[in-house]
């Protein structure tokens, strides 16, 4: 049997890959797919690859492909899962895609993943693996050796598997977003240490002066940073660098997983933090009430099935068809402040502003004021009515 098992290198894939050769008895090709994670972590994961001695190790270049089809979505739809940009969940997709492609071209028999049974990253390979490729069979080799970390590492240290250094943390990494879990951070009463975090910055050692960026959006898609063109990838690079020294983008809570349990996480999100808010401030000059109260309910659910393993359902493609709809007039620019930790939208404009000056000026009205007193008679009709009633029935 042939597999090929999508590798990170840390200890899960590493077990996976000797369970696969050993245990399966199959010819394993490991493959790495490049969503942002660090140049270091690229180079650690072939470099084990090829120490554990695979048939090939393979490694793929997403990051645009990342950005473009799947971030600039999650940004239309302000993609937030219990208060945190989608991150981990929205590159699962096309990291278990690339998989499903070198399978076919090297004849794979089987797509294998290092998850346990305990996460959430099980339903988006599996569905998504099932989905686009139900020819192959998955391979789940900690889940299906119900191994826990403990029997992991002593398998490891038996096997003579190569780990390295062990870390305190669980980390996975990807363009839009950091996580940090495990360690100490299982207790939800001790304060994260600030060795966790490399992508921002303790708000006490952030610059004094805060810093303004503007971002310009087309159809909802982030286009330019202080007034320069930049390709998306290049423009989260960027702002992940810039709200990052200011401290921005640390999110810490307690995550409700797909199986029902709570966890304690940690994220680092510098640029999809700043990108969201300044997406939703130009939303708000832009559609009307109605528009953005019903596209807050299809948020929730689009973000919902996203966590949940479900970005090919064809649920998540309908709401993504009235997002496009609305995000057809959400252009133009958003000025946001960073300072010591924290963004803050300050300034926003639209060629699509709903914004009349005249309307809501204090100094000149736009419209015959005492019109508003007819009005009001009714507002509220219903109330009155039944306040009555009540009064009339003791």
Same mark, same amino acid.
């Given at each position: 049997?042939r597999a090929?098992l999508?590798?990170s ?15 399966? +008895?199959?010819?394993?090709i490991?493959v790495?797919?490049d ?11 072939e ?10 190790? /393979? ?6 492909e ?12 302000n ?14 997709y !096309?990291?278990?895609l690339?998989?499903?492609? *070198? ?11 290092g998850?346990?049974?305990?996460? +959430? ?17 998955? /391979?789940? #080799?900690?889940?299906?050796? +119900?191994?826990d ?14 780990l390295? #250094? ?6 996975d990494?990807?363009? &839009?977003?950091?996580s ?7 207790d !939800? %009463? ?6 966790i975090?490399? &992508? ?6 952030? #610059? ?13 898609? #982030? ?32 995550e ?14 510098p640029?999809?933090?700043? =990108? ?10 832009? =559609?009307t009430?109605?528009?953005? *109260?019903?596209?807050q309910?299809?948020?929730?659910? &689009?973000s919902?099935?996203?966590y949940?393993g479900?970005w090919?359902d064809?649920?998540?493609?309908? =709401? ?6 609305t995000?057809?007039? *959400?252009?133009? +620019? *958003?000025k946001?402040? =960073? ?8 300034a926003?404009? %639209? !060629? ?38 009540k009064?009339?029935?003791?």
């Amino acid at each position: 049997m042939r597999a090929v098992l999508s590798f990170s290198g840390g200890l899960d894939t590493l077990v996976a890959v000797r369970l696969l050769q050993e245990k399966y +008895n199959a010819e394993v090709i490991t493959v790495t797919v490049d969503v942002g994670q660090s140049p270091e972590t690229l180079k650690m994961a072939e470099r084990r690859a090829r120490q554990m001695g695979v048939l090939r190790h /393979i490694y793929v270049d997403a990051r645009r492909e990342f950005v473009e089809e799947y971030i600039f979505h999650s940004i239309r739809a302000n993609g937030l899962y219990e208060g945190y940009p989608l991150s981990t969940a929205l590159s699962r997709y !096309p990291i278990a895609l690339k998989l499903v492609d *070198v399978a076919r071209k090297v004849k794979a028999d089987a797509i294998a993943h290092g998850c346990t049974g305990k996460g +959430n990253d099980q339903f988006r390979f599996d569905t998504t693996i099932a989905i686009k490729a139900p020819e192959l069979k998955i /391979i789940a #080799p900690i889940r299906e050796m +119900n191994l826990d970390r403990v029997q992991e590492l002593e398998y490891a240290r038996r096997k003579d598997i190569p780990l390295g #250094p062990e870390k305190p943390y669980s980390i996975d990494e990807n363009i &839009w977003g950091r996580s940090i879990e495990g360690g100490v951070l299982e207790d !939800p %009463s001790k304060t994260p240490p600030q060795e966790i975090y490399v &992508w921002t910055r303790p708000p006490e050692k952030t #610059p004094a002066k805060p810093r303004v960026v503007e971002i310009g959006f087309e159809n909802g898609i #982030p286009k330019t940073l202080d007034g320069r063109r930049v390709r998306g990838l290049d423009l989260i690079t960027k702002l992940n660098k810039i709200a990052g020294d200011h401290g921005v983008g640390r999110i810490e809570l307690i995550e409700d997983r797909i199986l029902g349990l709570k966890a304690r996480e940690n994220y680092e999100a510098p640029a999809a933090t700043v =990108l969201i808010q300044a997406h939703m401030a130009l939303e708000q000059l832009v =559609l009307t009430k109605q528009e953005l *109260v019903f596209k807050q309910l299809v948020e929730q659910r &689009w973000s919902d099935l996203v966590y949940n393993g479900l970005w090919f359902d064809p649920l998540r493609e309908d =709401l993504d068809a009235f997002i496009d709809c609305t995000q057809k007039r *959400v252009t133009g +620019n *958003v000025k946001v402040e =960073l300072s010591r930790g924290s963004s803050r939208v300050v300034a926003r404009s %639209s !060629p699509y502003s709903l914004y009349d000056k005249k309307l809501v000026s204090f100094e000149k009205f736009g419209f015959d004021q005492r019109e508003a007193a007819s009005i009001i008679k009714f507002h509220g009709l219903q109330g009155k009515l039944a306040k009555r009633r009540k009064g009339s029935d003791g």
